[in-house]
Nanobody, 128 residues
């Protein structure tokens, strides 16, 4: 089992940058595929980015591709999301998630149902 705690986020201006991070407790962090999701008020939770367990593969939603970067540091049990060129529509609560599913190991997973462990979320607000 793993527990996830996000930090960072906050308020940014349009076109600005923010970074959020997620620290995992427990063992074998490197054995999990990691993902970032977000949920805006009145909307469903949506996929943002994923980092595979092995091979270093990353995938992004079309809405953030080229602007956001997911990375992980297994020595620090931490996954990061660097957000650049922020837009008002990026405003949401951002959640990190961990998956031990074998089908996520090579390329990560974009579906929330693949993830068994979730953080509590951190607010990101982009002011126009």
């Amino acid at each position: 089992q793993v527990q996830l705690v996000e930090s960072g986020g906050g308020l940014a201006q349009v076109g600005g940058s923010l970074s959020v991070s997620c620290v995992a407790s427990g063992r074998a962090f490197s054995s999990y595929a990691m993902g970032w999701f977000r949920q805006a008020p009145g909307k469903e939770r949506e996929f943002v980015a994923t980092f595979s367990q092995s091979g270093g593969s990353t995938r992004y939603s079309d809405s953030v591709k080229g602007r956001f970067t997911i990375s992980r540091d297994n020595a620090k049990n931490t996954v990061y999301l660097q957000m650049n060129s922020l837009k008002p529509e990026d405003t949401a609560v951002y959640f990190c998630a961990a998956s031990s599913a074998t089908y996520c190991s090579n390329y990560g997973c974009s579906g929330p149902s693949a993830y068994a462990y979730w953080g509590q979320g951190t607010q990101v607000t982009v002011a126009s």
